[in-house]
């Protein structure tokens, strides 16, 4: 009897960890490292350690692959949302019903234009998880960038000191 590959299992059989990472098309470890990452990503587990996937379990990778991939989170970002929003937020991500402002998913239709982004939706708002495309500068006051420089130079000149005295006196090993 041959067995069924996955793209022909019923939406409601058990996937492999082979068939969730090539329908997300996720390496395995890091399917493995986000269970590490997201207490909330529960495969079962059978003999020999193989998981299996639930259809709820995948629609929640899909989130979390949605919130990292295409929305740009981090890590901390898609944890606070599974804490403060819960897993169903995330998993109604994955299935593509919400987005993440919380609108519903803007189909493209022939009468109707779609935004090119959530961003032109909410165009003030901008998400406190998403990660920046460059570092800021940081801002320090002219008076406070002294001190610290100051600092340098004393703990330079004491590292120095160590560093001569170490050579002058050998430390004895009794």
Known sequence: ??????????????????????????????????????????????????????????????????????DGLTIKGVQKILREQGP????????????????????????EPV???EAEMVSSNVHPFRRETEPEEPIMAEEERARFSALLDELSELKERLRKARRVAPVSTH
Do not use: C
Not at 53 to 58: G, H, S
Not at 88 to 111: H, I, Q
């Open 1 to 70: 009897m041959a067995m069924l590959g996955a793209a022909q299992k019923s939406p409601e059989a058990f996937r492999t960890i082979s068939e969730v990472a090539a329908d997300l098309d996720v390496p395995q470890h890091v399917l493995r490292f986000w269970e590490t990452k997201f207490a909330t990503v529960k495969p079962l587990k059978r003999g020999g350690g193989r998981r299996y996937y639930r259809p709820d379990d995948l629609d929640l990778l899909r989130g979390i692959r949605t919130l990292l991939y295409s």
């Open 88 to 111: 169903r937020y995330v998993m109604e991500l994955g299935r593509g019903a919400v987005s993440l402002m919380g609108l519903p998913r803007v189909e493209e239709t022939e009468n």
């Open 115 to 117: 935004m090119e982004t």
